[in-house]
């Protein structure tokens, strides 16, 4: 089993940055696809990126060139770091475990393990 838990998230005004991290306990994810996932209110949620165990990375187009997504297997960490956030960036941010490389190409169901979420508010 994979606990996951997110912080980092708050209110920051459009153009801002912010920076998610999500620590893992239980056991090392260092062979671990690893993701970020949102949901705003009333809709689905939805891919934001991932990174493979090997470091290869993966985003969808609305926050490819201003989120990017790390990891530290020595710490048991990723991140999220967000750059020139929009007001539709608004949404509770997850993070998520998957067992296998393909996680990387972004499908809800490849991720086995998910945090609680953390709240990312920005205003116009």
């Known amino acids: 089993q994979v606990q996951l838990v997110e912080s980092g998230g708050g209110l920051v005004q459009a153009g801002g940055s912010l920076r998610l991290s999500c620590a893992a306990s239980?056991?090392?994810?260092?062979?671990?696809?690893m993701g970020w996932f949102r949901q705003a209110p009333g809709k689905e949620r939805e891919f934001v990126a991932a990174?493979?165990?090997?470091?290869?990375?993966n985003s969808a187009d609305s926050v490819k060139g201003r989120f990017t997504i790390s990891r530290d297997n020595a710490k048991n960490m990723v991140f999220l770091q967000m750059n020139s956030l929009k007001p539709e960036d608004t949404a509770v941010y997850y993070c998520a475990a998957g067992p296998k490389s393909r996680a990387v190409a972004g499908s809800f169901s490849d991720f086995d393990y998910w945090g609680q979420g953390t709240q990312v508010t920005v205003s116009s």
């Open positions: 990174i493979s165990w090997t470091g290869r990375t």
């Open positions: 239980g056991r090392s994810i260092s062979t671990y696809s």
